[in-house]
């Protein structure tokens, strides 16, 4: 109860956070003629944008946006079949396919509208109990989505466990069927940080939006990140992994791994870890007349981040803009809604970056975005833009008084004892957007000991508040967890870490218990009918009883 009273406050905090947002747009601005804008792409960050869509509706600004992957939103850019795109990597020039990755001569500019973390969901059981705390490194992530590692007990999953052994279950990697620009984030990392392990996989250097799979592996492949989500924590999904932005198993309420980090942590990419990941980030800002590469992102630093709270695989997605005066499907009404569209998402929008699973963006990619913009303004002066200024900017990670410090990097919490190599693993749930650390009265470094019920769960959520989920306890014929904490999953239903406890797909007691009452059940489904059956023939009919 405790649990889900913090979540409402923090929801109701998030919808009292936008309510502002939208009524800080410019007065102008409110008072601007509005047309319907149209566009499609990524589904990383798609569950922020609909989000920021909904919000701004109250104001007037009608926006659709359709997902369908990265690659769908530049061709249709390229196309002229959307007023903008959203994609987690710039046009390529020529895709790992041979064809052509360009705008075909559309003028175009980068946007940065949100950060986030590519996050490897799971689902794993042990009987019928979910484990929530799974740790692996960035080697063993790679050898499972190359196929080396193919089973959950293997030696380099237990190593990375502190000792804590899996059962004897394949690993069914799940990936992106689509032109993905998570798939690209992903292979860029695995390119970038273990090339001898990913490049004899897929056949040379380099990233890649498809994910090549190969005959005879147990790789599923599905479209869109919310058909990723949904086949991992389907009714047949023990076993599987994948990777998605963090909103996703966050607003679902599914573990998701603990990925090790240059500074000798396991963490998740909370928007804090990401924060401070991207501190290390470096942005091509070399040629701002050059669209091709202005913004794009550079991130080797980010991966190779010593500071223990950064989450590795950190990244943030762009928005491309239509910024010629002669675009064939802009109007000055269509950008001014572009236009106040992301002016509410740089600013007031990025407030319902965290409890939705991402991260804001940080000042300098805020006041890029704004020069951005600014370029529909130069395309047709009737856009108004007036009173666009960072310093009025309702954007968590910067104040107005002081716009050198990262505010979300400074207030990050160092991660727990628990998550160092060596140490652990935590007994705390993944997946929540809470951060895991020793800090604010023990913070959630609260170790289980496996078994039934996983033990209770402390958590610390993003305003500090402390709250507890009693231990569930599980039915010893069902398996089914009775009580503990709420949401899509159980925390009480989580089995927590025990380097000392070799785990097993099933118990015996369990496996007999059923055998017995599936025998039982049998005998008497085929052996009362017929024994009733005998008795009326016994009796005789009704007439003769008579």
């Known amino acids: ?44 960050s798609e569950v922020i944008v609909q989000q920021w869509i909904a919000d701004v509706d109250a ?87 190359t196929n080396q590692i193919t089973n959950w007990n293997d030696p380099a999953i237990t190593k990375d466990n502190n000792g804590r052994a899996f059962p004897n279950l394949p690993i069914t990697p799940v990936v992106r069927s689509d032109g993905s620009g998570t798939t690209a984030q992903l292979t860029t990392w695995m ?62 309420n599914y573990p998701v791994v603990k990925v090790l980090n240059k500074g000798g942590y396991y963490v998740e990419p909370t928007q804090y870890n990401v ?27 980010v991966y190779r981040n010593p500071d223990p709270r950064a989450y590795p695989i950190s990244s943030y997605s762009y928005m491309v803009i239509p910024t010629a005066a002669d675009d064939p499907r802009m109007t000055t009404a269509k ?10 998402s740089l600013c007031a929008g990025q ?32 856009v108004d833009l007036t009173n666009r200024d960072v310093r009025s900017c309702n954007n968590p990670t910067f104040d107005g008084k002081n716009l050198s410090n990262n505010k979300l990097a400074q207030i990050a919490p160092q991660p727990a004892a628990c998550d160092k190599v060596g140490a652990g693993p935590c007994g705390t749930s993944t997946g929540t957007g809470d951060p895991s650390t020793d800090e604010d009265d023990g913070g959630t470094t609260d170790e289980g000991t496996g078994g039934a019920g ?39 239903a989580a089995v927590y870490a025990d380097p000392s406890t070799v785990l097993v797909a099933d118990r015996a007691g369990d496996t007999r218990a059923f055998a017995w009452l599936s025998g039982l059940l049998l005998v008497t489904l085929v052996v009362l009918p017929g024994l009733y059956v005998s008795a009326l023939r016994r009796r005789g009919p009704a007439g003769a009883r008579s």
Do not use: H
Not at 232 to 251: A, F, K, L, Q, R
Not at 476 to 491: I, L, N, Y
């Open 1 to 44: 109860m405790n649990r889900l009273l913090s979540v409402l406050a923090r929801c109701a905090t998030a919808t009292a956070l936008a309510v502002a947002g939208v009524a800080s747009v410019p007065a102008a601005a409110q008072a601007a003629t509005y047309a319907q804008i149209e566009g499609t792409g990524s589904t990383w």
């Open 59 to 145: 104001s007037g600004m009608k926006v659709v946006y359709t997902g369908g992957g990265s690659t769908k939103g530049r061709k249709d850019f390229a196309q002229d079949t959307n007023d903008f795109a959203i994609s987690e990597i710039p046009f390529q020039g020529t895709d790992e396919q041979g064809n052509a990755d360009t705008s075909n001569g559309r003028d175009f500019a980068y946007l940065p509208i949100v950060a986030g973390g590519t996050a490897f969901t799971y689902q794993l059981k042990v009987g019928d109990e979910l484990v929530r705390n799974l740790r692996l490194s960035g080697e063993t992530i790679t050898k499972i989505f």
């Open 191 to 252: 390119d970038k940080e273990y090339p001898s392990i990913w490049r004899p996989y897929f056949g040379r250097s380099g990233l890649t939006s498809y994910f090549p799979k190969k005959s005879g592996s147990r790789t599923v492949s599905q479209a869109g990140s919310d058909q990723v989500m949904n086949f991992i924590s389907s009714t047949y999904g023990n076993g599987t992994i994948g990777y998605v932005e963090y909103s996703y198993p966050v607003n679902k």
């Open 275 to 301: 924060a401070v990941a991207l501190t290390k980030a470096r942005i091509n800002t070399s040629n701002p007349g050059d669209p091709s590469t202005y913004l794009t992102q550079i991130l080797d630093d």
């Open 335 to 344: 950008r001014q809604t572009l236009a106040d569209f992301m002016y509410y």
């Open 351 to 382: 407030t319902k970056a965290g409890p939705y699973g991402y991260s804001p963006l940080p000042l300098n990619l805020v006041q890029a975005g704004f020069d951005q913009i600014a370029k529909l303004g130069k395309a047709d002066k009737g």
């Open 454 to 492: 996983g033990g209770g769960k402390t958590d610390v959520d993003t305003g500090g508040e402390v709250t507890t989920d009693a231990p569930g306890t599980v039915d010893p014929v069902t398996g089914e967890v009775v009580g503990g904490g709420t949401g899509t999953v159980s925390d009480g």
